[in-house]
């Protein structure tokens, strides 16, 4: 099944300001690792989620261009905050504030992807929620999803171009 055709009860899920939600990958988004917050807020048991794409807690509503940018910019070994919608596995929803990083073996090559996720601020998700309902909106103008993730993709991009800022600094301008 499609992710965007799984079940969403509209549910928002929440978790401490004080707790961190951690996972590791492969270096093709396969998790390797999962704390216990990312099991409980995620509704999965570990067994059920090691060896999975981490894809599998991607919410239809987040948008295709940042998740395009967020890989982008830890395959060129740099890291990434970015406000990010998931979907537990009963079809609840949860905001964090992710920073994800590249992990380097000793030979200076990507091994994997170690992500910290926090509790965004609310005030700042007023403005993410319809940006990425907006750019959502756009990526479904189109019938080809590649040509529909070009337009999303433009639409930010001269978002950020306007506020003369990369995704890193709108993100901390929230």
């Known amino acids: 099944m499609k992710q965007d055709q799984l079940f969403l009860t509209g549910v928002e899920r929440h978790f401490s300001d004080d707790e961190i939600i951690v996972s590791?990958?492969?270096?093709?988004?396969?998790?390797?690792?999962?704390?216990?917050?990312?099991?409980?807020?995620?509704?999965?048991?570990?067994?059920?989620?090691?060896?999975?794409?981490?894809?599998?807690?991607?919410?239809?509503?987040?948008?295709?261009?940042?998740?395009?940018?967020?890989?982008?910019t830890i395959a060129k070994g740099r890291e990434i905050f970015a406000y990010v919608i998931n979907r537990s596995a009963n079809g609840d929803h949860y905001w964090v504030l992710a920073n994800v990083t590249p992990t380097f073996g000793p030979d200076g090559k990507i091994i994997g992807y170690h992500s910290n996720r926090r509790v965004p601020r609310r005030d700042a998700?007023?403005?993410?929620?319809?940006?990425?309902?907006?750019?959502?909106?756009?990526?479904?103008?189109?019938?080809?999803?590649?040509?529909?993730?070009?337009?999303?993709?433009?639409?930010?991009?001269?978002?950020?171009?306007?506020?003369?800022?990369?995704?890193?600094?709108?993100?901390?301008?929230?």
């Not at 999965?44 to 894809?55: A, F, T, W």
């Not at 993410?128 to 999803?145: Q, T």
């Open 24 to 72: 590791k990958t492969d270096p093709k988004g396969r998790i390797t690792y999962a704390n216990d917050v990312f099991l409980r807020v995620a509704g999965y048991r570990e067994k059920d989620i090691l060896g999975q794409p981490h894809s599998i807690i991607r919410h239809p509503g987040m948008p295709r261009c940042v998740f395009a940018l967020l890989w982008d």
């Open 125 to 174: 998700l007023e403005q993410v929620i319809p940006l990425y309902a907006d750019l959502c909106a756009e990526e479904d103008r189109e019938r080809n999803r590649k040509e529909g993730m070009a337009r999303s993709t433009q639409k930010l991009g001269n978002l950020l171009a306007q506020a003369g800022i990369d995704y890193d600094q709108f993100v901390f301008t929230l």
